[in-house]
């Protein structure tokens, strides 16, 4: 693809029909331009043209001289970005508000069982999850390195609103990463953890669940690029279903165990 018409496709994905993406591409390619010369540079039809080129200049990304013929010329690049990216940011900011004032139904739209194929939304769901989390947090991670910056800080910010934040990791060394100063959290050592068995060549990942509510279960598999390790996920929201009451009552026994030890300790 040529540099002009990656620029077309560019223009066109900003929200510029075909025909205004090409002329004014054509109109950066030259000092100023005639319909005809337009027509011929954008390859659009010259009959196109002239309404095209109105439609850019009530855009603000074109200059009209009132010659005979009339010529035309495109503002400077980086105005015309700045006159896109308003009128684009001006759309998103119209759908938002739009979206906002729509009525919203009483139930949660995301209650059932979702999966989660991309790792950047394994881990936004994680943060989510313990971003509305109130009352209590359990979070297991036999692959303590799944666990990124943003979850930590998000499983902290749990416990800083005084939700109680227990937490499972293999081993001892494993503690560092999770070590926060802060009475609502308890982080325990669970050395089952150290032996989870491959099924269907992946491996278990993170497990949380939050308010008796909220949960999140990941897997992991080795990619076929070397060292790169592929995070997939099913989550649920609410507690109406099989899937949802189960891993509840397994986890809540887990829960109960990691309790005493904290009482114990």
């Known amino acids: ?111 059932g069982m979702w999966a989660i194929t991309q790792q950047e939304y394994v881990t936004e769901r994680i943060v989510t999850f313990l971003d509305d989390a109130e009352e209590i947090v359990h979070y297991i991670a036999p692959a303590t390195e799944m666990a990124r910056q943003e979850i930590i800080e998000g499983l902290a910010n749990a416990a800083e609103r005084g939700a109680s934040v227990y937490i499972e990791v293999p081993t001892e060394d494993d503690r560092d990463a999770f070590e926060i100063d802060d009475p609502n ?13 491959e099924v269907y060549a992946e491996f278990p990942g993170q497990l949380l669940m939050t308010d008796n509510r909220e949960i999140i279960a990941t897997g992991l598999k080795q990619s076929d690029l070397p060292g790169v390790t592929n995070e997939m996920a099913v989550w649920s929201y609410g507690r109406d279903h099989g899937f949802a009451v189960w891993m509840r009552e397994l986890l809540n026994d887990r829960l109960e165990r990691v309790s005493s030890f904290d009482a114990d300790s």
């Open 1 to 111: 693809m040529s540099d002009a018409e990656e620029a077309v496709s560019a223009l066109y994905e900003l929200g510029l029909t075909e025909y205004e993406a090409r002329c004014f591409v054509a109109l950066t390619r030259l000092s100023s331009g005639t319909a005809k010369e337009i027509s011929q540079v954008a390859d659009v039809p010259r009959s196109r043209v002239y309404d095209t080129i109105e439609r850019l200049e009530r855009r603000g990304l074109v200059n009209v001289q009132q010659t005979d013929p009339r010529e035309y010329n495109a503002v400077e690049i980086d105005t015309a970005c700045r006159r896109i990216r308003e009128d684009y940011d001006s759309r998103i900011n119209a759908a938002e508000n739009a979206l906002e004032n729509l009525e919203r139904p009483e139930s949660k739209a995301d209650e």
């Open 185 to 197: 959290m308890t982080i325990v050592v669970s050395p089952d953890l150290q032996s989870t068995e």
